[in-house]
């Protein structure tokens, strides 16, 4: 009798976990339906340009969806699709030194992004989303100096492009 009350109550958790694992993700994304997701390639229209900055957004943006939420990432007609352009790239000084020279120099990029939900298009929505790296100005921001920071943008803006669209912040 006991053996069989436990067996019902295990049933029904593993049954409880299995139909919300379908609808949220161990992040916290509510991905509702949506079986497969669409994310289109960024344009560079800065006035600045940093060749690679397109392909690798891109595809960070698309790794960090797979690996945040149950999605299929696919090419087209995607229940959610992603699209936009990379709109502002700069590097600014921030402080000045003794010499009246800059020591310390900030990365700033900015994403136009467009969501679209399929299956609900009141969550549908057109941000731009933006951040930043500091670096010294005694560095030149190529090479796995130049990584380092995209990797810390992407890090920031794919966030709060997870939280707008599927996280629902």
């Known amino acids: ?30 991905t509702g339906d949506a079986k497969t997701i669409q994310i289109d390639f960024f344009n560079n229209n800065a006035q600045l340009i940093e060749p690679t900055l397109s392909q690798e957004f891109t595809i960070n943006l698309q790794d960090f969806f797979i690996t945040q939420t149950n999605l299929n990432l696919v090419k087209t007609g995607g229940d959610l699709q992603f699209e936009g352009e990379i709109t502002r790239y700069t590097i600014t000084p921030m402080s000045a ?7 310390q120099n900030r990365l700033t990029i900015e994403f136009n992004v467009r969501f679209y939900n399929k ?11 933006s951040h930043f790296y500091d670096y010294d100005a005694d560095v ?13 943008i992407f890090e920031r803006v794919n966030q709060n492009i997870f939280n707008a669209s599927v996280a629902n912040w």
Do not use: P, V
């Open 1 to 30: 009798m006991l053996h069989k009350i436990l067996s019902r109550i295990a049933a029904i958790l593993i049954l409880s976990i299995t139909i919300s694992c379908g609808i949220y993700s161990f992040t916290g994304g509510d």
């Open 140 to 152: 030149i921001l190529q090479g796995t100096g130049l990584d380092t920071a995209f990797e810390e």
């Open 97 to 103: 030194n003794a010499d009246q020279g800059a020591s």
């Open 119 to 129: 299956a609900d298009e009141t969550k549908n929505f057109e941000k731009r989303f």
